[in-house]
């Protein structure tokens, strides 16, 4: 159930017995040798897409302009500031709230978006009425015991093989070039201190990650996997949507 596919009546029909709506969020950015630019942004939007099928919930579009300056020095990635993109969020929420949706689920698919996302929410005037989830596609338990299971310490930290396993799956899957080659892997110390896209200047980061890839063996991707990870987000992302509107009527869930 697509925002963008309806008309405003479908829209106000909707309200008239769901209020919940899914933002799904991601970035326009490179993901390595054998990634797509809108990696981030594709599976989010494919997983909150299938989830508002299953459960009868309208979707919004996906939100593709995102922070990503660390990846700037590679054509094709474009970065907007994190007080942009906050600003966004907070306007998108509020227009949403204030047309009569009252349960805003943001469906994330990439790290830098999620301080900017918080800082909104919590800058809105709050309302007994009104409620924000926020997660990343990749939380649910199953789908980061599939990713263990997959790809070890071969998932790291950008280019993932899952996320490109997801794009193979639903878009394309391109020659792996560079990519045949493991990157050098990543050190707990570094892991902690750069959790949530905390990488330095675009140039640098080019240098020290010059195909793309940050501890991430994209090579190891395949489409079946995708296939799974998606099943797997979709049932997580439906999970959690039903725990969270549990006081609503069951027949919301087609």
Known sequence: MRLDLCSWLEVEAYLQRNTTVILPTGSTEQH???????????????????????????????????????????????????????????????????????????????????????????????????????????????????????????????????????????????????????PRKLSADYIRSHAGDRHGPPDEHRRDFPDGRVGSHSALARPEHGTALIEAAVDGLTGDLQEWLGNLQPDLFL
């Open 32 to 182: 390595g040798p054998m990634g797509l630019i809108g990696t981030d942004a594709l599976c989010a939007g494919t997983i909150a897409r299938l989830a508002g099928e299953r459960t009868g919930t309208l979707v919004a579009p996906t939100l593709a302009y995102t922070p990503a300056p660390f990846n700037t020095a590679f054509p094709g990635t474009i970065s907007v500031s994190a007080e942009t993109f906050r600003t966004v969020v907070a306007e998108i929420m509020t227009g949403l709230y204030g047309q009569g949706f009252r349960r805003i689920y943001v469906l994330n698919g990439h790290g830098a978006n999620l301080e900017p996302i918080r800082l909104a929410a919590s800058g809105i005037e709050a309302a007994e009425d009104r409620e924000f989830r926020l997660r990343s596609w990749w939380e649910f338990e199953a789908v980061g015991k599939l990713r263990t299971e997959l790809y070890g310490d071969w998932e790291g930290m950008h280019a993932t093989p899952s996320e490109v396993a997801i794009t193979q799956a639903t878009h394309r899957v391109l020659p792996p070039g560079t990519a045949t080659q493991p």
